[in-house]
């Protein structure tokens, strides 16, 4: 795989990043233990993350993408006369999520859930899978990216021995704004101990009341629960090295609930798309937001009153 060649204007949440080689580097390859279920987890505990590239079977994931290409241009959301497959965004596109893409989209749901991605995670955790119900699909017109946060605060109610997949849904340059992990990051105690144990659906209902529905916020937890809003100082605060890559259809990006990660800002003139999906060993308790027809994710019946 060729070494990243940062361009000098990379940006997250419209700061300039440093992107000297002691402050910004490339994610290390696992595609060599893909088949290694024991040599896997080692790699995970060492480094929190595991980067797959050429995992996932490419035709099938370009077939997601044109089928998302096509319920994005019927939107409104791509530029008229372009090529679907090239995501170009409209002028007038502010488009982030996709929801309930599951219902419509069966060519993702193969890429996710079945194949290549689930014999892995059974290699993985040497055990039955069982995945969240739930599918996070991003569709990131140009503009921002995502803020540093770790999954925990999210999706801690059930296993802690709970992974992520970052699938992107097409090639993904660094300028088009993929997802970047912090070096070391899953080790740092004091994350794992305080930040990372919150919840964004408890509130503080002695400060907020009852009626308190919001993400995060309430004396609990940053608004949405975000980390920082702040990449470069973050990373100066914890130590190590935003690690990304230039990815392709087939990839896998793969990591811990205590991993802190965010993405770089979308500098194309493209919607970047990409998929978060969640796996745990069958055997392990499940966070109960995340199951079920219809899951009730971050709304109020899964918020959880609490005495600041």
């Not at 390859?29 to 893909?34: F, K, V």
């Not at 996709?98 to 069966?106: N, R, T, Y």
């Not at 190590?240 to 990839?251: H, N, S, V």
Request: charged residues 20%.
């Amino acid at each position: 795989m060729s070494v990243l060649t940062p361009t000098a204007n990379l940006t997250a949440l419209g700061v300039p990043l440093d992107t000297s080689p002691e402050k910004f580097g490339d994610l290390r390859d696992s595609s060599a233990l893909a088949f290694d279920g024991e040599a896997l987890r080692a790699r995970m505990e060492e480094d929190g993350y595991l980067f797959l590239p050429g995992l996932l079977n490419r035709e099938e994931v370009l077939d997601a993408r044109l089928k998302i290409a096509q319920h994005l241009r019927a939107e409104g959301h791509l530029m008229p006369g372009t090529p679907d497959l090239d995501c170009i965004a409209h002028s007038n596109s502010k488009i982030t999520f996709l929801h309930e893409v599951g219902s419509w989209c069966p060519e993702l749901m193969k890429v996710l859930y079945d194949g290549p991605m689930m014999a892995f995670y059974e290699r993985f955790l040497d055990s039955p899978v069982r995945h969240f119900d739930n599918t996070w699909f991003r569709a990131i017109a140009p503009g921002p990216g995502t803020p540093p946060h770790t999954d925990a605060v999210y999706m801690n109610r059930g296993t802690h021995k709970l992974f992520t997949s970052w699938t992107p849904i097409g090639d993904v340059s660094l300028e088009t704004g993929g997802l970047m992990v912090l070096e070391n990051s899953h080790r740092h105690q004091k994350l794992r101990e305080n930040y990372s144990t919150k919840d964004v659906d408890a509130f503080c209902e002695n400060r907020v009341g009852a009626g308190y529905t919001g993400m995060g916020g309430g004396g609990n937890i940053r608004e949405m629960g975000w980390l920082s809003n702040q990449p470069f100082k973050l990373r100066e605060a914890l130590g190590g090295r935003w690690l990304t890559a230039e990815f392709r259809a087939g990839d896998l990006l793969m990591f811990s609930i205590f991993t802190v990660h965010a993405s770089l800002d979308n500098q194309s003139n493209c919607i970047r798309l990409s998929s978060d999906s969640r796996y745990q060993s069958a055997h392990e308790p499940i966070d109960e937001r995340w199951i079920g027809p219809n899951p009730i994710a971050h709304g109020p019946a899964g918020k959880r009153a609490m005495i600041c």
